[in-house]
């Protein structure tokens, strides 16, 4: 009999269809029903249940592949990093990186980014609201005047319009790639919860730059000093763009400092 956990690496693979059924002929009784037939009641609910932990982290993915495309790649992604914890939920971060290298996946150079954004989109799902902007950290503006920026605020950056793409796919299917252009660029996008909604936008890159940099801990004027080093946009242009994406964006919230705060 061999060990456990060889046991279960060989039954593991036996339910993703790496091995035959009868490798198992020498540590399982043998019974009435065959042993494939039995082993495949099980293979059956692993294999729908891995399936289907990844379909809903990766619900653009999923209608992008369609339903058989994205079975194979699941389960050749399953079969290189089995779940090692009971909660299927919290399995699959590795999926969107094994689709960038997977031949299943098709000449879908963008599939990867559009994976990387369902996935960070599923986790601020499982974030706990932000709650009452009291509560957020704030940071001074000089002048009276202190900025915070929602908790759950991520920034993430693509090569492709995964916003567009995630969208049109949701509607129609992979059929509106057709009217997206899908030539790579820098592009910069932010994420957040607005109560239980989650929210998108793209931002510019300076706006990306001040984001990190508060995000980070700096100061706000230490922000505007680094998107300044890295934009080269003159400073009234800078100011304007960061007016216009932070300051006034639906993710950040202004107010009149606290007496003792100025």
């Given at each position: 009999m061999p060990a456990l956990h060889e046991l279960q690496e060989r039954v593991a693979g036996v339910l993703l269809g790496a091995q035959e059924p009868d490798s198992l002929g020498d540590c399982l009784l043998a019974g009435r029903i065959p042993l494939a037939s039995r082993l495949a009641v099980h293979r059956n609910t692993v294999r729908g249940g891995l399936c289907q932990a990844l379909r809903l982290r990766y619900p653009s993915v999923a209608r992008l592949l369609g339903e058989d495309g994205f079975d194979r790649a699941a389960l050749a992604f399953a079969a290189g990093d089995w779940p090692r914890a009971p909660q299927l939920g919290a399995w699959g971060a590795g999926f969107a990186d094994f689709l960038a290298t997977d031949a299943s996946a098709g000449a879908r150079p963008w599939l990867h980014d559009v994976a990387r954004f369902d996935a960070l989109l599923d986790a601020?799902?499982?974030?706990?609201?932000?709650?009452?902007?009291?509560?957020?950290?704030w940071q001074s503006?000089?002048?009276?005047i202190e900025?915070?920026?929602a908790p759950s605020?991520?920034?993430?950056?693509?090569?492709?319009?995964?916003?567009?793409?995630?969208?049109?796919v949701a509607a129609e299917g992979a059929a509106a790639l057709t009217r997206i252009d899908l030539v790579p660029q820098a592009l910069q996008f932010v994420a957040w919860r607005c109560g239980a909604t989650l929210k998108t936008r793209r931002v510019g890159a300076v706006a990306a730059a001040v984001i990190d940099a508060l995000a980070a801990a700096l100061s706000p004027a230490d922000a505007l000093e680094l998107a300044a080093g890295t934009s080269g946009l003159a400073a009234a242009d800078l100011v304007a763009a960061v007016q216009r994406e932070v300051l006034a964006a639906p993710f950040a919230v202004l107010r009149a400092s606290a007496p003792g705060n100025v």
């Open positions: 601020l799902g499982a974030l706990v609201e932000d709650g009452s902007p009291d509560a957020w950290r503006l000089g002048s009276g900025l915070a920026l605020l991520r920034r993430f950056a693509a090569a492709y319009p995964v916003d567009e793409i995630r969208a049109a």
